[in-house]
């Protein structure tokens, strides 16, 4: 039985039918990874290896034992500073690009062991992941004048050899009251993933607009860097964990984008005047591109001054009236002040009375 736990109200895929992301089935070695009307199922072909925890925008997905976020501070507060599959992580791929460059500067010092990927089962597409992760980590690092890096070593650690227990053994544990426990646990754990349905608490998660805790961690190392003297400025595809957005006239202030938005970095007013945008808080998770009809909005080049100085940018605005009809407000765009739900009241009532 795998360990891998998603939690469904913060899962993009559930957020809307035309969502796009596929990172998490993209990434899994086994495709055990798949979805059943928008929403992820693990089948018992995965091992555990944690390349979807690593690639996921708002952190949906992870192991019952093993949690990123602790096993980082642990890593900083210890002597160590080898990371390796056989030593302290399911593997590197675990680690997204914002992981490694917290690690790079809340650190002394980082060292990935490589040593056994190039013959790992699952290599593919992981190796290539994990190596792509560290490319634009270390260039992020260079990109803000950071003297930090992650570093990489063909070490190939292995632990010192132990005795394990017969597998006949430990299936006899189970008859003891604690292990009679666990497997009923275990049990009801698979027969609740086995629902594949959407409940109240995922629901409320979906509200919740929580920023994931990677890029929290990546706010605490930033603060702690210096600020560089120039801002470097990305072209919008090469950096995976953030953007910078514009948003055209086409936009007709349906409101999903913002509403839809799973951290908040798109927000509006009370009246719905404005779409306003914050860098910091975006997770390039693409959910505002696909739910957008209109396609009005864009990514735009990104510069790294949004993270040392931070800024809210209003990249829209609306004049908003009231309906001579119903009077609420809606957005008015010219001609008559009737808002569209007025109209189309009007439109079905000539019709059901053959009024041209």
Known sequence: MHNLKIELGNCVKVYAKNATCTKCEDICPHHAISYNENIPVVSDACTDCGGCIGVCPTEAISLKNFDTLDFIFSFLEGEESLISCKKNIPCLATLSVENLISLALLGDETILDLGHCASCEIQEPLYAQIQQNI?????????????????????????????KEPDRRQFLKRFSVKGAIKS?????????????????????????????????LLFMALKRAQTPVNYHTYMSDEISFTSQKNINDDCDNCSICYRICPTGALQSDRRQT???????????????HDVCEPNAITLIPYSTKELFEPKVTELINFKVVRCDECANFFTYFGGEKTCPRCKIEEEEAKSLWGIQ
């Open 274 to 288: 404005k779409i306003d945008f914050d860098p910091l808080m975006c997770v390039k998770c693409s959910l505002c």
């Open 184 to 216: 009923k646990i275990e049990f009801e754990e698979a027969l609740h993933e086995e629902q594949h349905a959407i409940s109240i608490e995922d629901t409320q998660n979906i509200r919740k607009k929580e920023i994931p805790n990677k890029r929290k």
């Open 135 to 163: 490319t634009e980590a270390n260039l992020f690092l260079q990109n803000i004048n950071s003297t930090k890096t992650i570093k990489t070593e063909m070490l190939g650690y292995k632990e010192p050899v132990e005795e």
